[in-house]
């Protein structure tokens, strides 16, 4: 039996009769309800119109035959929600103003399937993690438009998620820091505050995150923070996408290097209502390994990261708040979990599709609080890999329930230029709601078809089918392409050996069978909402011509300016679809490599070689 919500809820039972909707239904706030809970009955408003046709009233006090309720009851538990629908009326209750938000938002979903006349039903419904977020990369080379964020922020309320961060590292304008983000569009305090607001309304906790260790690249090649950086001369060493995300780290044998990122946290962390943040803390690569050396020798390189970490948490629970930070380096140590602060919370993530319980486990032992958290694994790709992602948050979502930990936060990053397109990964985001929903297992078929009717509107349930067979045939993907680029010519033979090129005639046919069958869809999805098939197509051709190129580069490497200006050509129609959503940001950067592709296929010598 096809999924009626996503996610799907704890009971629904079907009752006799249906009610049918009149321009004389109203939307009624019934005593109780939180100011707050007129966006919602706004929502509900806005779906009845588009949906039923209808323009309903919107009022406070009792509801009369045939109305839509919203109400708290405060005999249910807190974030638990009814929805019953009878000849009579329907009436949303809950237990909290979280739940009645979530209890609108299933009825909007009723909704979309049945229009103006809504079978009668009794149904049933909380949440088996109470944190369900998103973690969603601003800074490696794309950062969203605020107008795309709050599109992000409808979508989470939509779904049921909790809580987002956005992960900065030097893509916020902050004061001192405008070496870092000069060649940038950075978000800035009015975005961050406008959002924070918008998402306040819609029971989303944006949850603000830095790189506070690991991952600060742009910052730490400035001449301005150069002293800072774990590796000396970091400010002279040109720009590449492989260099910054090997080395990034920060100097914590540096003086001045805990103040510094205090300063930092003290001048973003008040934007934000949340009472969390997140100091990263993740894949210091070189720690010890340059300007520290010294210090790890002395104390230990787990010393000298555990000291890190527990002064910023330290820091911040002394002005209320609740530190996170991801749990890759703390694992190989979870003893020593016990030196944070209590109030403290591991992000721990795995992004395989048969995720191994080991660190979750481990990190379980050590009595530290801890969230699951699992990938869309879309970076470094054109398509998501969906296949790996469902399987990747349904086996987090198990570790989750399994070792208790509070929380899942679906991660979404942006290695090597952030060419992943963000609307690509939603069929993600959405397999994490229904998991960190309703911990009972989906299959993927059933998912799929209920992320193409749900989420699409697409009343054949076949586009994810087609978007899924569509993420399996990246043969010379991009990381391979960005570090062939960056590679001597011993390093480029062997990341050309590690590919079967021969497959990309085959890997080409599939793709165009993949994308015929997305397109088919069009006529089963509805007008404002086929956005996916134009990505589709242009991300199918990303593919395709990478593919061409990877196997072009295994030679013989006779010049080819056809290839190079389907490159072109293609990448400017890239670039529409990128601005539709992304400001400009590290489009420059991108731009260069392309360039040089282009140019190596007409034959023009490559610096470096």
């Known amino acids: 039996m096809a999924m009626e919500f996503l996610p799907q809820p704890k009971r629904v039972e079907a009752r006799s009769g249906a009610l049918t909707l009149t321009p004389h239904t109203r939307i009624v706030l019934r005593p109780g309800t939180a100011p707050e809970a007129l966006v919602y009955a706004q929502m509900l408003r806005d779906a009845v119109h588009d949906q039923a046709g209808l323009c309903p009233a919107l009022g406070r006090g009792e509801a009369a035959p045939g109305d839509i309720a919203l109400c708290i009851d405060t005999a249910l538990p807190a974030a638990h929600y009814t929805l019953t629908v009878t000849p009579e009326g329907a009436v949303i209750a809950a237990g909290d103003d979280e739940a009645l938000c979530n209890g609108v938002q299933t009825m909007i979903q009723y909704l979309e399937q049945k229009g103006a006349v809504l079978p009668a039903l009794l149904l049933e419904d909380w949440p088996d993690l109470l944190n369900r977020g998103y973690y969603q990369d601003c800074s490696r080379g794309r950062v969203p438009t605020l107008a795309y964020l709050k599109r992000v922020a409808d979508l989470l309320c939509r779904y049921k998620i909790n809580q987002w961060q956005l992960y900065i590292e030097h893509t916020y304008l902050f004061r001192d820091l405008s070496e870092a983000w000069r060649d940038d569009t950075p978000l800035t305090a009015d975005d961050i505050l406008e959002l924070d607001a918008y998402c306040a309304a819609r029971h989303i906790e944006l949850v603000p995150s830095l790189s506070t260790f690991g991952h600060m690249y742009k910052i730490l090649s400035t001449k301005t923070c150069c002293d800072l950086c774990e590796l000396p001369d970091s400010e002279k060493i040109p720009h590449s996408y492989t260099y910054a995300g090997a080395h990034h780290t920060l100097n914590v044998s540096h003086p001045d290097a805990l103040d510094f990122i205090k ?24 720690l010890g390994k340059g300007r520290s050396k010294a210090l790890a020798d002395e104390l230990g390189e787990k010393a000298l990261y555990v000291r890190h970490v527990k002064a910023l948490c330290e820091y911040l629970v002394s002005q209320g708040c609740i530190p996170m930070f991801w749990g890759d380096i703390m694992w190989r140590f979870p003893q020593s979990c016990a030196e944070l602060p209590k109030e403290t919370i591991c992000l721990n993530w795995g992004y395989l599709p048969n995720q191994r319980e080991n660190e979750i486990r481990d990190i379980a032992a050590s009595g530290i609080t801890q969230y699951a958290c699992p990938g869309v694994c879309a970076w470094n790709r054109w398509v998501p890999l969906y296949r790996y992602a469902y399987s990747n948050i349904r086996a987090m979502c198990h570790h989750a329930h399994k070792y208790h930990a509070i929380g899942l936060l ?196 490559l610096r470096a070689e």
Not at 266 to 283: G, H, T, V, W
Not at 450 to 468: E, P
């Open 263 to 286: 300063k930092l946290i003290d001048e973003y962390r008040p934007l934000f209502r949340s009472n969390k943040f997140n100091i990263c803390a993740d894949e210091t690569f070189d």
């Open 410 to 605: 679906n991660t979404d990053w942006g290695d090597y230029a952030h060419i992943n397109d963000p609307r690509l990964t939603i069929p993600g985001i959405l397999y994490g709601a229904a998991f960190g929903w309703n911990a009972q297992p989906v299959e993927m078929d059933e998912l799929n078809e209920a992320v193409s009717r749900i989420g699409y509107g697409d009343t054949s349930g076949q586009l994810m089918a087609a978007m899924t067979d569509l993420s399996d045939h990246e043969i010379f993907d991009w990381q391979h392409a960005v570090n062939w680029m960056d590679g001597d010519e011993a390093r480029r033979a062997e990341l050309l050996a590690e590919l079967d090129l021969t497959q990309v005639p085959a890997a080409n046919a599939a793709v165009a069978d993949a994308l015929a069958r997305v397109l088919a869809c069009a006529p089963t999805m509805p007008a404002g909402r086929k956005e996916m098939l134009s990505l589709a197509s242009v991300t199918a051709e990303s593919v395709t011509i990478w593919n061409e190129i990877g196997a072009w580069l295994a030679g013989p490497r006779t010049e080819n300016p056809a290839l190079a200006a389907r490159l072109e050509h293609w990448y400017h129609l890239y670039l529409a679809q990128w601005r539709q959503v992304s400001r400009e940001s590290g489009l420059p950067n991108l731009t260069r490599l392309i360039v040089r592709y282009a140019d190596l296929l007409r034959g023009r010598q």
